[in-house]
């Protein structure tokens, strides 16, 4: 199947501070990516669907100044969250979809996560 | 996207089969049913998906109802590997990838 790497997997920031997440398809081009956020014991939320080469559409109650996205090539998306405080740790994960070709079943691919801790 | 009901969480012994329902009761005729599994602190991993027919791949079956109102995924010979949540999604075949993620079932594989 193909394959989504999110870098990096876990990271520590100091409250205040910007974290940048990437996601990258690795062996396939996706012209659309989503951004989902878990935390604790809950389900996953999305957030936003980041177009190649567009704005991003963002989820009702979810602050785009807040949470940037900027998926710049075929092969990768970022999500950066600024100004971060100890409510914005969580798990993000990213999905990409394929581009053409792909099955019809397998068409989000997710990556492995990022864990974000603010202290 | 139709909404689905999972209950929270489920037991099954290692090696046995594990069984788990899904109701989709407000399922249109274009949409599909999707199956994701997370296990703990990775992303979601696609299992498998239907329309009408049952299906089967490496990794499970799925049984749809005629009415398509609900469906099982069953994994043959559970392993402790398996222990997940599990997560049914409905969902338009036109649709851009986007999922809603319910609240899902936690299957636990006990020795």
């Known amino acids: 199947g193909a394959v989504v790497s999110q870098h990096p997997s876990r990271v520590i920031c100091k409250s205040g501070t910007s974290v940048k997440i990437e996601c990258r398809s690795l062996?396939?081009?996706?012209?659309?990516m989503f951004w989902y956020r878990q935390f604790p014991k809950q389900s996953l939320m999305l957030m936003a669907t980041?177009?190649?080469?567009?704005?991003?559409?963002?989820e009702q109650g979810v602050e785009k100044d807040k949470f940037l996205i900027n998926h710049a090539s075929l092969t990768l998306s970022t999500l950066t969250v600024t100004s971060a405080h100890p409510e914005d740790s969580s798990f993000y994960i990213c999905?990409?979809?394929?581009?053409?070709?792909?099955?019809?079943?397998?068409?989000?691919?997710f990556g492995q996560g990022t864990r974000l801790t603010v202290v | 996207d139709a909404k689905t009901t999972q209950p929270p969480s489920m037991d099954c012994a290692e090696g046995r089969a594990a069984n788990l329902p899904c109701n989709h009761s407000?399922?249109?005729?274009?949409?599909?049913v999707y199956w994701y599994r997370q296990i703990h602190s990775q992303g979601p991993q696609y299992i498998i998906h239907?329309?009408?027919n049952n299906e089967t791949n490496e990794m499970a079956s799925l049984i749809i109802t005629e009415d398509r109102k609900s469906s099982t995924l069953i994994l043959p010979h559970a392993t402790l590997r398996d222990t997940a949540v599990y997560y049914c999604?409905?969902?338009?075949?036109?649709?851009?990838?986007?999922?809603?993620f319910g609240q899902g079932t936690t299957l636990q594989v006990k020795p």
């Open positions: 999905s990409a979809r394929v581009a053409s070709g792909g099955h019809r079943g397998t068409e989000a691919f």
């Open positions: 062996d396939f081009q996706a012209t659309t």
């Open positions: 980041s177009n190649e080469g567009s704005k991003a559409t963002y």
């Open positions: 407000t399922i249109s005729g274009n949409e599909y």
């Open positions: 239907g329309l009408k």
């Open positions: 999604i409905v969902r338009l075949s036109s649709n851009t990838g986007k999922l809603i």
